[in-house]
């Protein structure tokens, strides 16, 4: 497991290419949709109840090769190491990584994936403030031209030492859902590898992508019907 460290400084300073990301970000919500604010968000990134989330991440930034590699903040709007419901992604995406210090792995950010998620929360019955987004693995995954790439087996086998940390940290926690195949092949290598693994109940629903079209009302079906099942389990162990 991961150790605590003393808060390092954020090797993701911000650019220029955070505030074309916003600009261009902002008008896909809507007219009657208020955005929070990222620089807001990133003043608080060492609070509670993620300040220890983001010392882990700040460690795994320098983990990485040339100390170097991008993770994207814990959302401090989240539910931190308060989390009942980890709702567990794949890797980070490219408008997260294109927003460079201002990313966060977060259920406020307007992407097509996260529209889908919120579509699914809306319907349900699942309080966001139960929820701790991330993703398996935990930083950004590039190809040989520097293009973002889905994770494979070793990248999951890499990503593990990270995910153990991550569940330590969540004593709360009652339920994972699991996005896509590779995060449920991850949460599984993680049960089935780690020595002493946090076992709850896993919902596994397909990738809210837009590019998984095939099939996409059946699974924003399913994805609503996880997150009512995961909202029942965090009653039942609240009143057991």
Same mark, same amino acid.
């Given at each position: 497991?991961?150790?605590?460290?003393?808060?390092?400084?954020?090797?993701?300073?911000?650019?220029?290419?955070?505030?074309?990301?916003?600009?261009?970000?902002?008008?896909?919500?809507g007219a009657d949709?208020?955005?929070?604010?990222?620089?807001?968000?990133?003043?608080?990134?060492?609070?509670?109840?993620?300040?220890?989330?983001?010392?882990?991440?700040?460690?795994?930034?320098?983990?990485?090769?040339?100390?170097?590699?991008?993770?994207?903040?814990?959302?401090?709007?989240?539910?931190?190491?308060?989390?009942?419901?980890?709702?567990?992604m794949e890797a980070p995406g490219p408008r997260t990584v294109a927003a460079g210090d201002l990313g966060f792995s977060s259920l406020d950010n307007d992407d097509p994936t996260t529209r889908q998620v919120h579509r699914a929360l809306t319907s349900s019955n699942l309080d966001q403030a139960r929820c701790l987004r991330w993703n398996?693995?935990?930083?950004?995954?590039?190809?040989?031209?520097?293009? *973002?790439?889905?994770?494979?087996?070793?990248?999951l086998e890499d990503a593990r030492p990270a995910l153990s940390a991550l569940l330590a940290e969540l004593v709360d926690l009652r339920v994972v859902v699991t996005f896509g195949g590779a995060a449920l092949e991850g949460w599984m290598r993680y049960l089935t590898l780690a020595e002493h693994p946090v076992v709850v109940p896993t919902l596994a629903v397909p990738h809210p992508s837009p590019a998984n079209g095939?099939?996409?009302?059946?699974?924003?079906?399913?994805?609503?019907?996880? *997150?009512?099942?995961?909202?029942?389990?965090?009653?039942?162990?609240?009143?057991?």
């Open positions: 497991m991961y150790g605590m460290s003393k808060r390092s400084p954020s090797r993701w300073p911000p650019d220029s290419r955070a505030s074309a990301w916003l600009s261009v970000l902002r008008p896909w919500a949709t208020v955005l929070p604010d990222p620089a807001s968000k990133r003043a608080r990134v060492h609070d509670d109840p993620v300040g220890r989330l983001n010392e882990l991440a700040e460690r795994w930034r320098l983990e990485g090769p040339s100390n170097s590699r991008f993770v994207p903040w814990f959302d401090p709007d989240g539910a931190g190491t308060k989390a009942q419901v980890l709702l567990l398996v693995v935990p930083w950004a995954l590039t190809g040989p031209e520097g293009r *973002l790439r889905a994770p494979r087996v070793d990248d095939h099939r996409r009302q059946e699974a924003l079906q399913r994805t609503t019907a996880a *997150l009512e099942r995961a909202a029942d389990l965090c009653g039942r162990t609240a009143h057991s």
